[in-house]
């Protein structure tokens, strides 16, 4: 009679025990080849799952059957054949139609005969429960890992699986990489295109080696995923639900959502190129219409670069002038230096910050109670929407919208909770604050036109232009630091005159550090400290660049 001897082994988990493709052809070929009534015509050997109907080869098999080219099949074990429902049902199907004629199998004895198929609907059936309560089981194990906290598949870039522990932990090569890539995305000041031309080709981000893919460089969709994804937030979503996770988050909340915010603008989907510092940033004041740049050549040949008003409106004829570059500029480092802070100030700052973080105690406790009321309070909204909807007041639709928002609101505080747990949350942008306010007029003038919009941007608001006069307003929490001739707690000495009279006076210093904390966690305020640790970040690689 003839035969055809069919192998197969799919890399899925349902046959992760199975025998290889080639040890079940030379188990085959050993247990059945020596027998005279056995006639192999053809081998088939498939790796694909039989969890679903749809192989090929097994499809061609039964098709050269039903023409006749052979009428018995030889496989390592029923399961081999089948593991759902059409595919076993077909097997069955042509035995009964006297089609197939016989199975051998070397780990079951089939006969064909009513006990022998009834026998083998039952292996076949047993086969289907065994994938379906693995793939049961695997969902199960998943629900229960996110619960706890982890993400049951592969950690996004920036992070890694590790293996030991089971739990995912930050990538030591991409993590501050891709924070990096937030802290472009939050300042606002660049198109996802830009920061993933920086990414991809200043610094060389690779995605991470796998046993067959990766370390390749990312793709432009990437790094919308990964801007996309709340897991970066600390937030795991599987299967439609929310849960806190345990891994390091790399943004806050708060980022994440102004982040989102950013790539919803449509501005972004139209590429904007600032070929001049300024445009865009300042209104003329006589008109309010915005000051544009155009680039001018004298008399003498020089190339000068002029700022004035578009002169656009139609019920408005405006007869402001046109201002030189350095002169605008002349008066940004006028205001700049209005906010900066000599080196003896900024030193006489962190000073008093490492002071306050000693007495810190008893604020922190106020404010982590506070935070604490905050999130039970949530959770107890989360309870009452829940008795709600058991009443029947809310449909579905509502109850789902509103947990979300609770959820997420809950997790919110819960990051508050740790982060103001861990360290004071409002020291490190105080820091940073003051940091810029040291550098900024250095940065300026030894910057490009990117850098230089940015600083304007981090410390000015309401740019007006008028009769050849720039005003700035000081964004909230920068200062015009008032001057006092002296300080009782200053060793003073070898400092100069000049530090000593830029140090702040106590009043306008309390003023700052509660305005810091006030302003934690709001949108424009993540966004200025995004470009100040940009700056920072950009200073730094030149720096090291100088010195090597
Ligand atoms: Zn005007």
């Known amino acids: 009679m003839k035969y055809f001897l069919y192998c197969r082994k799919s890399t899925e988990s349902e046959d992760r025990q199975v025998l290889s493709i080639e040890s079940q052809r030379t188990e085959l070929e050993r247990a059945f080849s020596a027998q005279p009534d056995i006639e192999v015509v053809d081998v088939y050997e498939e790796a694909f799952s039989a969890k679903a109907p749809g192989r090929p080869l097994f499809n061609e098999m039964l098709s050269r059957i039903e023409r006749g080219d052979a009428c018995g099949i030889i496989a390592w074990h029923p399961d081999r054949l089948a593991r759902n429902s059409i595919d076993g049902g077909r097997i069955i199907y042509l035995l009964d139609k006297k089609v197939l004629a016989g199975l051998r199998f070397p780990t079951f004895t089939f006969e ?303 990051q508050s909770l740790e982060r103001a747990s861990q360290s004071d949350s409002w020291l490190e942008p105080a820091e940073q604050l003051i940091s810029f306010s040291n550098r900024a007029i250095s940065w300026f003038q030894h910057g490009d036109e990117q850098t230089k919009r940015l600083i304007v941007g981090v410390v000015g608001s309401n740019l007006v232009l008028k009769d050849k006069r720039l005003s700035i307003e000081a964004k909230i929490p920068f200062r015009h630091w008032k001057k006092t001739a002296s300080r009782p707690d200053l060793c003073a000495g070898a400092e100069d005159v000049r530090s000593l009279r830029k140090l702040p006076d106590t009043a306008s210093w309390q003023a700052f550090i509660e305005q810091v904390e006030t302003l934690l966690g709001d949108p424009a305020f993540t966004q200025t400290l995004a470009c100040i640790r940009e700056l920072i970040k950009n200073h730094e690689a030149t720096t090291l660049r100088a010195v090597a």
């Open 112 to 414: 064909n005969n009513p006990q022998g198929k009834f026998m083998l609907s039952i292996i076949f059936g047993y086969s289907k429960y065994y994938v379906d309560s693995l793939s049961e089981n695997v969902k199960r194990g998943n629900r229960t890992k996110a619960e706890k906290g982890w993400r049951p598949n592969m950690a996004p870039i920036g992070y890694l699986n590790d293996k030991a522990t089971r739990t995912i932990v930050p990538d030591p090569d991409r993590f501050a990489i891709i924070r990096r890539m937030w802290d472009l995305m939050l300042s606002g000041a660049y198109r996802p295109r830009q920061i993933y031309e920086i990414a991809r080709f200043k610094w060389g981000l690779r995605s991470r080696k796998r046993k067959r893919t990766g370390d390749a460089p990312i793709a432009l969709s990437a790094l919308y995923e990964i801007l996309k994804n709340p897991f970066y937030a600390g937030i795991l979503v599987w299967d439609g639900k929310v849960y806190p996770g345990k891994h390091q988050p790399m943004v806050s909340i708060d980022e994440f959502d102004r982040v989102q915010e950013l790539l919803g603008r449509r501005s972004w989907q139209r590429p904007k190129q600032h070929v001049f510092a300024y445009t865009g940033m300042i209104k003329c004041g006589e008109c309010g219409l915005s000051v544009t740049a155009e680039k001018r050549v004298n008399r003498y040949g020089y190339r000068y670069t002029y700022y004035h008003c578009t002169k656009k409106r139609w019920d408005l004829r405006c007869g402001q002038p046109y201002v030189e570059i350095a002169d605008l500029e002349r008066q940004i480092l006028a205001f700049l230096e209005n906010i900066s802070i000599s080196d003896a100030a900024h030193q006489w700052m962190l000073r008093q910050f490492a002071k306050r973080r000693e007495k810190q105690p008893d604020q922190k406790a106020a404010q982590l109670t506070s935070l604490q009321q905050a999130y039970d309070a949530a959770k107890t909204s989360a309870t009452n929407l829940t008795k709600l909807r058991i009443r029947g007041l809310i449909n579905d639709e509502e109850f789902v919208a509103q947990r979300q928002d609770l959820e997420r609101d809950q997790l919110r505080l819960k």
